[in-house]
């Protein structure tokens, strides 16, 4: 019969990749933000500027990458 061990889900390394992940993909947030007018009347070309439609995305979808690495890693026990 197996016993069931009582502790936490995941070990050490797993939530650090966890917050790893989450702190960049907060970052890719962050880098979308910005790029809008004050007038609305007034059109302002940076929102189409590559840190808001190329480099954002492409941070905050690594930043999946890495919490789904954390959630599927196992450890040597």
Do not use: C, H, Q, W
């Amino acid at each position: 019969m197996e016993e069931n061990k009582e502790g936490f889900l995941f070990e050490k390394v797993n939530y650090k990749f966890l917050l790893i992940g989450l702190g960049i993909i907060a970052l890719g947030f962050i880098l979308m933000t910005g790029g809008g007018s004050d007038d609305p009347n007034v059109f302002n070309p940076e929102i189409f500027s590559f840190r808001r439609i190329r480099l954002a995305p492409t941070v905050v979808l690594l930043g999946f990458g890495i919490t789904v690495y954390s959630i599927f890693k196992k450890t040597d026990n």
